[in-house]
């Protein structure tokens, strides 16, 4: 089924505005606040309330000519367009962007994921016609442990290696919150040093009320202090003259690429950690089949498999291949 409200560069034609466009735009549609979705540059933005605070720290209060939240549910209607947003479950403010026009109902789900996080805003599902998901994770080989499973390795390593600190490479923006909320989840109390990349965004969300427990910045502590304790920092710090300074470190990174033995052999990771903020291939298999759609589009990802798994159910199903969305990009 063509869509004759949206084109494959998800750009919805008749109200001239696109979803999570590459370049800037006159008007766009943002779902969540990870780089290769949310640019600056934009002439007027539409998003949710969590997302615009997160775009705003990340670029700048005038990053875009002007910013339009709306919230969960609510819907707006444009010139005839009907855009609804619903959580994706991604990040804190993700959403899905569902479009209604003339009976058809189109969801662009962003980026999402359908297990249960504490930083994020649950994911609801949509029941569409045309769906547009995406695919990061869209083999058969990838079938996520549960967070909890992960974090109980990580205690277990802090039990076994009281000696050493345990530094954890994650993203900024979602991931080291998340790793955060499970240890605290998980009943673990103590300190969480930060690297400096990570207060910013840390406070922010405890600013929009989610509570971390007690941080410290890791710089500022000396280095029998961090002896035992659980560091987080970015990706790039786990390999650079700012690890060093830390007690015999365990080197550790939550993704869920960390599934492929040879990505954390090739990182030095000694701890591998299966945390990933996107569905895997069964959870894609369930969505694509709740929501009803009979066409789905793929992008942002392993686009093959799942579109062949689509019309193997009898689906109309196509790549879409946008340029901009990065597979390993920030919130893995």
């Known amino acids: 089924m063509a869509s004759p409200i949206l084109d494959r560069?998800?750009?919805?034609r008749a109200i001239d505005t696109f979803i999570d466009p590459a370049s800037p735009k006159d008007r766009a549609i943002i779902t969540h606040g990870h780089s290769d979705h949310a640019r600056s540059g934009h002439g007027k933005v539409l998003a949710t309330v969590d997302t615009i605070a997160i775009m705003k720290v990340r670029y700048g209060e005038g990053c875009t000519g002007s910013f339009q939240a709306l919230a969960y549910g609510e819907p707006l209607d444009i010139d005839g367009v009907r855009i609804t947003l619903y959580p994706a479950g991604h990040i804190l403010g993700s959403a899905q962007v569902l479009i209604e026009h003339q009976g058809q109902r189109i969801v662009v789900t962003g980026d999402y994921k359908r297990h249960p996080d504490r930083t994020a805003q649950p994911f609801e599902l949509v029941p569409c016609d045309l769906?547009?998901?995406e695919?990061?994770?869209?083999?058969?080989?990838?079938?996520?442990?549960?967070?909890?499973?992960?974090?109980?390795?990580l205690l277990r390593s802090l039990r076994d290696s009281a000696?050493?600190?345990?530094?954890?490479?994650?993203?900024?923006?979602?991931k080291a919150q998340r790793v955060i909320s499970l240890l605290r989840g998980a009943g673990y109390e103590a300190p969480i040093y930060l690297h400096g990349a990570m207060v910013r965004l840390c406070e922010l969300y405890e600013e929009r009320g989610v509570p971390l427990g007690e941080l410290r910045l890791a710089i500022d502590a000396p280095k029998s202090e961090l002896e035992g304790a659980v560091v987080i920092a970015p990706p790039s710090a786990l390999k650079d003259r700012w690890s060093r300074r830390l007690a015999d470190p365990v080197l550790a990174f939550a993704s869920g690429w960390m599934s492929i033995k040879q990505r954390a052999r090739q990182s030095l990771v000694e701890l591998p950690l299966v945390i990933s903020d996107h569905v895997d291939w069964?959870?894609?298999?369930?969505?694509i089949a709740e929501t009803g759609a009979s066409t789905v589009w793929v992008t942002h990802g392993r686009e093959d498999a799942l579109v062949y798994y689509c019309r193997q159910q009898g689906l109309t199903a196509e790549p879409l291949n946008i340029q901009g969305f990065e597979d390993n990009g920030e919130e893995e």
């Open 163 to 174: 000696d050493r600190s345990h530094v954890i490479g994650c993203y900024a923006l979602g």
């Open 131 to 133: 769906l547009v998901t």
């Open 9 to 12: 560069n998800l750009h919805i």
């Open 282 to 287: 069964n959870e894609l298999r369930q969505t």
């Open 135 to 153: 695919a990061t994770f869209g083999l058969p080989v990838f079938q996520h442990p549960e967070p909890e499973v992960e974090i109980a390795r």
